[in-house]
């Protein structure tokens, strides 16, 4: 790596972490006036931000834990970042299926209050109740693109078929899908773009103060270089690794910490063939979604369970995968089983510790603590995708204490790269992008302008046949495409490329995913690299 600073030049501020929190706060502060460094100590996403359930949502069931705060600014934040990413990011209709002799778990705040109130009500949801929950999540954000609740009659709606045949009443609601490891690159990409420094497979060492700035030590995992950063404040956005960053590197106490939650998800062959969600609430206050996935699959999940530490990798327990098979097994008339299942993916969510009983009545809400010392410490705990670029504007009104002078907030209706065209023209821009390459398939039609935008047509460049775009690696893979991320994306391996910026390593044969990262470290070996 060759250091693009000189040893004595101090930046304005030194972000760890390159998950969404991270990235989303290097792309709000450089867009401000700041100077900004990034690092990351894997890929861009490598961890929580690009294990989540792919949805931006309001959170239906935090309304039980009365945290309307949260709901609000989360449903609000719906259609705003929807029109700055419409390839990455689309409206989705989420049914919640409803049967009378439905049993749920009694412990949340709201079972509380109804068990005191009406005491013959103790382990019911009732459909007056839920209308009422979906009527407060019409009427908390401001809807103008997604549509509001409908009642369905399952045995006449296609949604009802995959369902067990007992439930004959479902609510239709909607919230949004979002590719959320794009969405941490396509941060990281705008930050760079307006002059931001963005370090993957970079390791923070240590940082000490000295004086009025940081000294932040570096090591370049894929060299062995060491080097270091001077910042005036200094940004911990570690997620998992926040409190270990603020102990460990930084030599900080405190008293705040996260609770490591552990969420997983199962990945089966289509389950059924509209494109909506269904939203299944168990007897266990649990909720799981069953969601669309990748246009062959149906995406299941989340858990909810504490994790040990953030050194141990997450992964969907044979446990996990029983739990989500017969709580899903529950709703559809054809159950599914383990051997359906063809992936498997988990996350560790690092959500503040505010003391809760369980995991899944843990707090949403995200919490930054200030340090403002002469060299100036800003600690992010928790958080969630859809709140992110929120969570942005507050840590940049915590940031612009520091810094008084900074521009105000000015990320919201400003597109991400490749996200420059209406929420509704992704038909017109694929029909486009069609026209102008006629040798692509439709489905690498699709996927192109889901993935890049009107971005597809850089990717793809002079083209005029299948055999410019080179190498051909299955799932519509091209050596260009690869050749484009890696210069444009921080691909340097295959798993970049096939598991966090795509989800194509579903489509790939083993061999067919080394040919891959073969190519990739290839390219990165060669002098031009």
Not at 243 to 268: C, M, T
Not at 422 to 449: C, E, H, M, N, W
């Amino acid at each position: 790596m060759s250091d693009t600073h000189a040893q004595d030049h101090i930046t304005d501020l030194f972000v760890i972490g390159g998950g969404i929190n991270g990235c989303g706060i290097a792309r709000d502060a450089v867009g401000r006036g700041l100077s900004v460094s990034l690092a990351e100590m894997k890929d861009l996403a490598w961890a929580t931000s690009s294990a989540s359930t792919k949805l931006f949502h309001g959170g239906l069931r935090y309304l039980e834990y009365f945290e309307f705060r949260l709901v609000r600014e989360a449903l609000i934040e719906r259609e705003v970042l929807l029109k700055a990413m419409p390839h990455i990011s689309w409206p989705m209709r989420f049914v919640l299926p409803f049967h009378k002799d439905m049993r749920f778990d009694s412990e949340t705040p709201t079972s509380r209050l109804l068990t005191t109130v009406m005491p013959w009500m103790k382990g019911r949801r009732p459909a007056w109740l839920i209308r009422l929950g979906l009527f407060l999540y019409d009427s908390l954000g401001k809807r103008g693109i997604l549509p509001g609740t409908a009642k369905l009659d399952l045995a006449a709606d296609p949604a009802g078929r995959p369902l067990d045949p007992k439930f004959k009443t479902a609510f239709e609601y909607s919230d949004c899908w979002v590719e959320d490891a794009r969405l941490v690159v396509l941060n990281a990409r705008d930050a760079e773009a307006r002059g931001a420094e963005i370090m993957t497979r970079t390791q923070v060492t240590g940082a000490q103060r000295l004086d009025d700035h940081w000294i932040i030590s570096l090591k370049d995992l894929s060299t062995g270089e060491t080097f270091e950063r001077r910042a005036r404040m200094l940004v911990n956005a570690g997620g998992p690794w926040v409190a270990d960053v603020l102990r460990q590197k930084l030599g900080q106490n405190s008293r705040e910490s996260v609770r490591l939650v552990r969420g997983s998800h199962i990945v089966v062959p289509k389950l059924f063939d509209h494109g909506r969600c269904y939203f299944f609430q168990g007897t266990d206050g649990r909720i799981i979604f069953a969601i669309p996935y990748e246009e062959d699959y149906t995406l299941i999940g989340t858990t909810d369970a504490d994790h040990p530490d953030p050194e141990t990798a997450p992964t969907c327990t044979p446990e996990e995968q029983e739990y989500l098979v017969k709580f899903a097994s529950q709703y559809f008339a054809s159950p599914i089983s383990r051997d359906d299942i063809v992936w498997t993916y988990s996350g560790v969510r690092p959500l503040y510790d505010d003391g809760a009983s369980s995991a899944t009545a843990a707090t949403r809400e995200y919490v930054l603590t200030l340090d403002d010392s002469a060299a100036p410490l800003l600690n992010v705990f928790g958080g969630k995708i859809t709140t992110y670029r929120k969570l942005a504007e507050a840590a940049l009104e915590k940031i612009g204490t520091v810094f008084p002078d900074l521009k105000d907030d000015w990320t919201a209706g400003v597109a991400l790269p490749g996200g420059d065209f209406a929420v509704g023209d992704v038909a017109k821009l694929t029909a486009k992008l069609a026209q102008d390459y006629p040798f692509l398939s439709p489905y690498a039609t699709r996927r192109l302008i889901r993935a890049y935008g009107t971005e597809a047509w850089d990717v793809l460049g002079d083209a005029t046949s299948a055999a410019d775009l080179g190498q051909d690696f299955g799932a519509t893979i091209t050596a260009r495409e690869l050749d484009w991320t890696i210069a444009h994306e921080w691909v340097r391996a295959g798993e970049d490329f096939l598991w966090r910026r795509t989800k194509l390593g579903l489509r790939l044969s083993e061999d067919q995913r080394a040919a891959v990262d073969s190519y990739i470290r290839a390219q990165l070996a060669s002098p031009a690299a």
